[in-house]
């Protein structure tokens, strides 16, 4: 991955990372806010609703104080007491409960029957079964409880008062219904309240809000809310999630509300809405995307310009560098940048001038160093044929004090030995002006196969002499035409042949391989002779070098020369004591326009 | 000088109230009463259904005249008709008019009698023999034929052709105000004498209660009065008239075919008959004024009542319910315009509560029209049925008609002859419960200190022919 792509991918995920993290912690102290606020809230409007219950409460007990203490009540009661027909008495709740603002109004002969009812006179004579069944004292503060109707049971806030009549307790149970009290809540934008009214017998409902209005609440998602206040006589909250085609989220508070004798006829329920919250959450994370978006644009667009800064001085000398390795070492790049980047383009420059230098002060020593071998294979060269040439010579002096008879015959041998050594002289200076004037290969498609068989074919004679014969064995795969001059290649497997039979002077085994790879063809010839040292490998193709006695060193370096300007390779590899092989790898015949 | 003229103004002042007290014991021709009708009356045709027939006959009654009469004995007495006699055992019937004319002068006659009956009962065949008697020849025996006649829907009734009704009654139609106002002229030409007073203007709809808070209560002359208002009036010293408790208070289990109601499991109607406490219902909610009820007819006007349980009895009523198995709850309506009707329904569901039945009322304002009831999305409902005579058998066959009793019941009522026949009647209209009977209460009217001769008869029925009204020339 390039430098410039880790650089953004880098910028970008840390501009995302960032924007992600501070709008979590918005989001966290937003939401933090909100639970604050909405708890404040609730707080007030429960206070409310019980500043709103006690007055509701102390007004009850105001009223059923006010109807005990009447004298007409007391005289009732007093008449009771004597005997009086209770049936005289039926209507006279009913005008007390008005007067009162009373919704219920019950007076109760001493063993809880009904000798009036306000809200039911149809009940006289019936017994009020919830005030029998309690055992606990009378409370004298107000309580709530439920009351039967002729429409049903309904939850109201009652107070009881006991008058006295002779020795006997009459009671006076007066309340008024509780959902009264919830339409006095003022309550607040995105609040709502509402009271579960829980008889003990029968379906709880919903005292409060309309039904099927927005304040009202849906009873089932808050039955378990309801339920484990009522019974765990604690209060509870609970998020609820309120279904439909947008679904929304809301805080419900349950409260208990508590009852005569410890019992919880009631839960006050307190819905804080949480769409405000999770709009602003919305909203917040919206921004926050639309921030982390442009952010991330911007940031992309900013770093791949220093990036750009960056990364190109390096992309420079990283093509610098490639160049180098193609050897092209006269390679300079731009050290004006800043910094480190400037200082590595500084070093690099200076790296590459200094190897230059030592590239050129090498090739001139190693020009000296083959002028000195070409001296010195020259002057070994001369000097062998020139050593008989003095002695023959010498010899012809000394012969001139000899017999004319012994001389002639002394100067024909020496005439032959001249003639010798000069034509000797003359190879070895055809061979030297052969080596300068290498042509340049006429590139066609070749077979390689072919080319081996016939060079094979050639030096049958030789590989069957007597008393050491070589052996040849011919591994040649399918391969395509190869771009290649044949007789160039040709002479070049013959050098490789000739130098293998002289690797082998007690005879061994040739094996010629071809095969073919993705864009080239391989020859490969292997020999079974002594082999060769690394450091002979090494220098086997340098002009002059040889490690027979009578080379002259420039095959191999011809064979170089010829295969480096087909455009490919060639490399021996050896081991000693086991044999040496030598790989050719030339192009396919595909694009003749390349090799141009 | 001055005491001498102080003498003669106390002279003359003593004369003067002296003289008023002499007039004031005795009838006088003029004035106008004032009466108050708690119910509103839409037409006074006897024969148009009412939501309130009892109210529709008490005017009705001083406009259109029947052939005969029930006095306070329960005896039929003369009316239209002067004489009647009997023919072929009960079946044929010969009538006698008197000579009267109706409210535009035409004279009364057996062709506009018979046209009159002819439009009650078709199956009846009425003759005329001459220009004062007629034969009604009737399908099979009725020897009560007189004391149905009494009956207001066979009131005598010329009808013409623009759709007027005209009567033969004391009183004629002035003002006619549909539910709110009724003005009756008096009839100058009236058979029986011109009656005292020179109208009589009925206000429907109104209440006492609202008179009292309008304190024009001295402008009226004569209010219905609900039961529950009769204790302070007492208390007060006002004068209220009371009849005999005949209204009967029943629940009527509706027809399940008039309408896609569910049939009622009888032992479920039983319980509910059996949990009832009349006694407590009269005892407290009535305070005394009424009677529990067991039939159809009165005890005071049959002596036959006690045969017919009226006692309450939980654990019977608890059994039932529980042989009744799963049970719906009931539905009960009432007349929500009577107070009284809201409390009886109102105990009957406690008493049934008691027994484990739900018994849930409601109140509706056309409970007491037949139409009204087809309409009601009812299983039951508490009817207040007035004691149309004061004869049993005609008692009898009223309230066979506003209940729609099997028209082989109707037939039986009228053939009978016998006490015996009638019980068997009314147990058979009882036993299966689809009728009970709750209590029975009294009509109640209030009356200014100065009206007179304000007649009442046991069942409720007004009889205002020597009426007269105080200081009213």
Known sequence: MLLRTRLLLLVSLSIAVSVGAVTWLIEARTHESFRQTEEERTNALVSQFRHEFDHEGEEITRGVDAVAASENMLRTVLELANGADPATYVSESAGYATAQRLDFLDLLAPDGTIISSAHWPARFGYKQRWFLDQSAPIPQQPFLQHIETSEGSTLAMLCVRTIQGHGNSYYLVGGRKLDAVLPALSTPSGLRASIYSSPGNGAGEMLGAEKDSKDSFDTAPLMPLVQKVLSQHSDTSSTVTWGGSQPRQEIVHAIALPGYAGQVPAVLLVGNSLEQEVALEHRIRDISLLIASVSVILGIIVSAFVAGRISQPVQDLAAATERIGQGNWDVHVDASASGEIGKLASAFNHMTQELTAQRERLVQSERVAAWRELARRLAHELKNPLFPLQITVENLLRARQIGPQEFDEVFRESTSTLLAEIANLKTIIGRFSDFSKMPAPELQSADLNSIVSGVVQLFQGQFSREPVPVRSELRLENVPPVAADPVLIRRVIENLVLNAIDAMPQGGKLTFRTRATEKSAVFELSDTGAGLTPEECERLFTPYYTTKQHGTGLGLAIAQSVISDHHGAISVSSKKNEGTTFHIELPLWENPASFS | ?473
Not at chain 2, 321 to 338: E, F
Request: charged share 20%; proline share 6%; net charge negative.
């Open chain 2, 1 to 473: 000088m001055r005491r001498t003229l102080l003498l003669l103004a106390v002279i003359t002042n003593l004369l003067a109230a002296s003289s008023a007290c002499l007039a004031e014991s005795r009838p006088r021709y003029g004035g106008s009463m004032r009466i108050l009708l708690r119910h509103k009356v839409t037409s006074l045709d006897p024969l148009v259904e009412s939501d309130d027939p009892a109210t529709r006959d008490r005017i009705a009654g001083l406009m259109f005249e029947t052939l005969t009469q029930i006095d306070s004995e329960g005896h039929a007495r003369a009316k239209l008709a002067s004489a009647w006699q009997a023919e072929a055992g009960n079946r044929v019937w010969v009538f006698t008019l008197r000579q009267a004319s109706f409210h535009d002068h035409s004279e009364i006659n057996s062709a506009s009698v018979a046209a009159s009956l002819r439009s009650v009962s078709p199956d009846w065949k009425i003759t005329a023999n001459s220009q004062q008697t007629f034969t009604i020849e009737t399908p099979g025996p009725e020897p009560h034929l007189p004391e149905l006649l009494a009956l207001p829907r066979y009131a005598i009734i010329k009808r013409l052709p623009d759709g007027v009704i005209l009567g033969t009654g004391p009183y004629t139609l002035a003002e006619w105000q549909t539910g709110e106002h009724v003005l009756l002229a008096a009839n100058d030409d009236y058979w029986g004498g011109r009656p005292f007073p020179d109208s009589i203007d009925f206000r429907m709809g109104l209440s006492l209660r609202e008179h009292l808070l309008e304190r024009n209560l001295t402008l009226d002359h004569a209010t219905e009065v609900g039961l529950d208002q009769l204790r302070p009036l007492e208390q007060a010293g006002q004068t209220v008239l009371l009849s005999r408790p005949a209204d009967l208070l029943l629940v009527c289990f509706l027809d399940p075919g008039a309408k896609p109601r569910r049939a009622v499991d009888p032992r479920l109607r039983e319980a509910l008959s059996s949990a009832i406490n009349r006694a407590t219902i009269n005892n407290v909610l009535l305070q005394r004024k009424g009677a529990p009820a067991g039939g159809l007819l009165p005890q005071w006007l049959t002596g036959w009542e006690f045969l017919f349980p009226a006692s309450q009895d939980i654990e019977r009523a608890r059994r039932l319910r529980a042989d009744a198995g799963t049970a719906q709850p009931l539905s009960l309506a009432y007349d929500s315009s009577d107070p009284v009707m809201k409390m009886v329904a109102e105990r009957v569901a406690v008493d049934a509560r008691e027994a484990g039945i739900l018994v849930q009322t409601f109140g509706d304002l056309h409970s007491n029209s037949k139409s009204g009831q087809a309409a009601l999305n009812a299983d039951a409902i508490l009817l207040r049925l007035t004691l149309g005579s004061l004869d049993a058998t005609a008692a009898l066959a009223e309230l066979a008609d506003e209940l729609a009793l099997p028209a082989d019941t109707v037939s039986a009522i009228v053939k009978a002859s016998h006490p015996e026949e009638l019980v068997e009647i009314e147990r058979s209209a009882l036993a299966d419960y689809r009728l009970i009977p709750v209590v029975r209460l009294p009509q109640a009217l209030w009356l200014n200190s100065n009206v007179h001769e304000w007649q009442q008869l046991p069942n409720g029925e007004w009889r205002l022919d020597q009426l007269w009204v105080e200081g009213s020339r």
